[in-house]
């Protein structure tokens, strides 16, 4: 059976029985910091959504890296991907970038899965909130 522990930096730690380790932060330190538990960017400003993936499987594992942005109304605004194999034991940090149009307040989502053709979940999805002004 796979393992996967997902780890966020923003002290969440999500447990799971798939592969990687994963751990999710969004980086820019010109535009972005973490005020109160919700990210803060401003429009117009490029920001990263990253993870920190890690294969704790015995065998080489392909994967899918998506990261979803949906405004306030629950409407997608953004949506990537890009897709991998990770060995046994073998890290990585993929990142999508993100470049808000208009204030509001957004939810990310990371979700690694098996494939982009192969939606099975290698981990229970990465959650964060962007209030951008």
Same mark, same amino acid.
């Given at each position: 059976?796979?393992?996967?522990?997902?780890?966020?930096?923003?002290?969440?730690?999500?447990?799971?029985?798939?592969?990687?380790?994963?751990?999710?932060?969004?980086?820019?330190?010109?535009?972005?910091?973490? !005020?109160?538990?919700?990210?803060?960017?401003?429009?117009?400003? $490029?920001? =990263?959504? %990253?993870?920190? @993936? +890690?294969?704790? !499987?015995?065998?080489?594992?392909?994967?899918?890296?998506?990261? $979803?942005? =949906?405004? %306030?109304?629950? @409407? +997608?605004?953004?949506?990537?991907?890009?897709?991998?194999?990770?060995?046994?034991? $073998?890290?990585?940090?993929?990142?999508?970038?993100?470049?808000?149009?208009?204030?509001?307040?957004?939810?990310?989502?990371?979700?690694?899965?098996?494939?982009?053709?192969?939606?099975?979940?290698?981990?229970?999805?990465?959650?964060?909130?962007?209030?951008?002004?």
């Amino acid at each position: 059976m796979r393992n996967f522990v997902a780890m966020a930096f923003l002290t969440v730690m999500i447990l799971s029985y798939m592969i990687p380790a994963a751990s999710s932060e969004i980086s820019n330190k010109n535009s972005v910091k973490l !005020q109160n538990g919700i990210w803060q960017a401003k429009v117009g400003k $490029q920001m =990263q959504i %990253q993870a920190d @993936v +890690t294969n704790g !499987q015995d065998r080489v594992q392909p994967f899918a890296y998506i990261v $979803q942005v =949906q405004n %306030q109304d629950g @409407v +997608t605004v953004s949506l990537s991907w890009l897709t991998g194999t990770l060995d046994s034991g $073998q890290s990585l940090s993929p990142a999508q970038s993100w470049t808000p149009a208009s204030t509001g307040v957004y939810i990310a989502q990371i979700f690694i899965w098996e494939g982009i053709d192969n939606p099975d979940a290698l981990s229970l999805p990465l959650t964060m909130t962007i209030t951008v002004t």
